[in-house]
């Protein structure tokens, strides 16, 4: 089955710890996008890439690092200067837009939700 | 940053009726699109309506898209309990140094049996 798929479905996190997130597709997608959501609120944009090895901040990427070493990985890692990590993380894909169509759908894993103890 | 701001927060209405939520955003785009997120779940896209189009039809959904407004409205028709969910407008714009969706902050839909 074609998908994308995080792990795990809850983590907790210490003061003080760095913790990564996965996410991995098998959809063939060049662009990757991570999304923090916090409880009644929308999606904030934390990185994307859209090639590999080629990544880019988002409107939240401060305490937050990202690699892309392959195709159908793009792990997020939290770190401790990430003040107040606790939220849910979500991970999609999508074909890169071309020309000047612009960013198209948006295929989301099921999400990883981050407390901090 | 919140291009989209989704009208109403909540909306609960009763099962057969319509729902109408309305979505602004602020700058020029090349598309947008409308989410759906069940309740501790990942998103499902649900359509997508460029910007030189002015309305779009899937099954019971209807999306209107007013350019000059920067809005647009998602109707779903004949609503069903099943239906219960947050919707979100996500917009592509036109900065091509920025290839991302901008997502808005969601209406939260119940529908009552």
């Known amino acids: 089955d074609g998908g994308i798929t995080q792990s795990p479905k809850y983590l907790f996190r210490k003061e003080g710890q760095n913790v990564t997130l996965s996410c991995e597709q098998n959809?063939?997608?060049?662009?990757m996008y991570w999304y923090r959501q916090d409880p009644g609120q929308g999606l904030r944009l934390i990185y994307y890439?859209?090639?590999?090895?080629?990544?880019q901040k988002g409107d939240i990427a401060e305490g937050y690092s990202v690699s892309r070493e392959k195709k159908e990985s793009f792990p997020l890692t939290v770190t401790s200067a990430q003040k107040n990590p606790t939220a849910f993380y979500l991970c999609?894909?999508?074909?890169?837009?071309?020309?000047?169509?612009?960013?198209?759908?948006?295929?989301f894993g099921p999400g990883t939700r981050l407390t901090v103890l | 940053s919140q291009q989209g701001e989704e009208d109403p927060q909540a909306l609960s209405i009763q099962e057969g009726e319509n729902a109408t939520m309305n979505c602004s955003y602020k700058t020029s785009i090349n598309n947008l699109q409308w989410y759906r997120q069940n309740s501790g779940r990942g998103l499902v896209h649900l359509i997508l309506?460029?910007?030189?189009?002015r309305e779009k039809h899937s099954g019971r959904l209807r999306v209107t898209l007013d350019t000059s407004k920067k809005s647009s409205s998602l109707l779903i028709t004949a609503s069903r309990a099943a239906d219960t969910a947050s919707y979100f407008c996500?917009?592509?714009?036109?900065?091509?140094?920025?290839?991302?969706?901008?997502f808005g902050s969601g209406t939260r839909l119940q529908v009552q049996p």
């Open positions: 996500a917009t592509a714009g036109m900065d091509t140094g920025r290839r991302a969706l901008t």
């Open positions: 309506i460029r910007s030189n189009e």
């Open positions: 959809l063939n997608h060049d662009a």
């Open positions: 999609a894909s999508s074909w890169t837009g071309t020309g000047t169509s612009g960013s198209g759908e948006q295929f």
């Open positions: 890439s859209q090639i590999v090895n080629d990544f």
